[in-house]
């Protein structure tokens, strides 16, 4: 990873220093302009880079099966867990791991993560169970998520606030 990043920043590697912010969101010890963030689960990494952008990233594994409603009904905002119980069975645990996705990585780009409660930001689901928006948020600038697919085994979200950017997406494989 700081190989990655100091190739973004022109530098060498050994000279970046990681730290953790207020509420542990990794950040580079040094001033500079490249924001960062990290998920991982099993052996997949997903990192999100920008520059003078905070974002939050989430990477999970759909690979075994959760109770999903009792999980949203417990950390969910009521509206979620309510649209989330309403999808036909079939869709529930795609659709738990969606908004679980967007939910942590909005979160980590807020700054706070998921101690600050997975509640306090709520998205609006459709029909398919997929994201169509975030709900009833009193923010300044607004939500950017982006659903991702980085692998058949994995489903991963991005977020930031502020405008629609361009996001580029590559798999790295590390020997």
């Not at 052996?43 to 520059?51: E, N, Q, Y």
């Not at 974002?55 to 905002?77: K, M, Q, S, T």
């Not at 780009?109 to 009193?138: K, M, P, S, T, Y």
């Amino acid at each position: 990873m700081c190989r990655l990043l100091a190739a973004y920043l022109c530098v060498d590697a050994a000279t970046l220093r990681i730290e953790r912010g207020e509420h542990g969101k990794p950040r580079l010890a040094s001033a500079h302009t490249l924001e960062f963030n990290l998920s991982h689960s099993g052996d997949a990494l997903l990192l999100g880079v920008s520059r003078n952008l905070p974002l939050g990233v989430d990477l999970e594994a759909p690979r075994r099966v959760r109770p999903v409603r009792e999980l949203a009904r417990r950390f969910f905002d009521p509206d979620e867990a309510a649209a989330l119980t309403a999808l036909p069975e079939a869709m529930q645990q795609g659709a738990f791991l969606r908004l679980w996705t967007a939910k942590e990585a909005a979160l980590k780009a807020h700054g706070r993560g998921i101690g600050f409660g997975l509640h306090r930001i709520a998205f609006e689901l459709d029909a398919a169970g997929d994201i169509v928006g975030l709900r009833a948020d009193d923010s300044p600038a607004p939500w950017q998520i982006v659903q991702l697919r980085p692998s058949p085994s994995h489903i991963g979200a991005l977020a930031w606030q502020g405008p629609p950017c361009t996001v580029r997406a590559f798999i790295a494989l590390e020997p």
